[in-house]
């Protein structure tokens, strides 16, 4: 009767092995569906970086405010008869060491 208990307990074992650890057992399914998920959230991550781009390119393409406060902005361009004024305002540090100088 012993050796018949150990029998059917290596059997349960035997058919348990490709459930859990086999090619398609449930690790697996496990491990491949966090795999998915992590795959999803990076694509709707890109998806939205993709649109943002399309529109950019778009706006690019149509007209030109998207030129100009472009130039204006990153290369500091100034159209033909406009004046530019530079307001500079004094560093913190500074602003509190001119004080302290007159005493």
Same mark, same amino acid.
């Given at each position: 009767?012993?050796?018949?208990?150990?029998?059917?307990?290596?059997?349960?074992?035997? &058919?348990?092995?490709?459930?859990?650890?086999? @090619?398609? +057992?449930?690790?697996?399914?496990? $491990?491949?569906? /966090?795999?998915?998920?992590?795959?999803?959230?990076?694509?709707?991550?890109?998806?939205?970086?993709?649109?943002? &781009?399309?529109?950019?390119?778009?706006?690019? @393409?149509? +007209?030109?405010?998207?030129?100009? $406060?472009?130039? /204006?902005?990153?290369?500091?361009?100034?159209?033909?008869?406009?004046?530019?004024?530079?307001?500079?305002?004094?560093?913190?540090?500074?602003?509190?060491?001119?004080?302290?100088?007159?005493?």
């Amino acid at each position: 009767m012993r050796i018949l208990s150990f029998v059917f307990a290596a059997l349960i074992v035997l &058919l348990q092995y490709p459930l859990w650890l086999g @090619k398609g +057992g449930w690790l697996r399914v496990w $491990e491949i569906d /966090r795999q998915v998920t992590a795959q999803k959230n990076s694509n709707a991550r890109l998806r939205v970086r993709n649109d943002s &781009l399309d529109a950019e390119v778009r706006d690019l @393409k149509q +007209g030109y405010d998207a030129i100009e $406060e472009r130039a /204006r902005y990153e290369l500091g361009m100034i159209k033909k008869d406009e004046i530019f004024f530079q307001v500079l305002e004094k560093p913190p540090a500074a602003a509190a060491a001119v004080p302290a100088l007159k005493r």
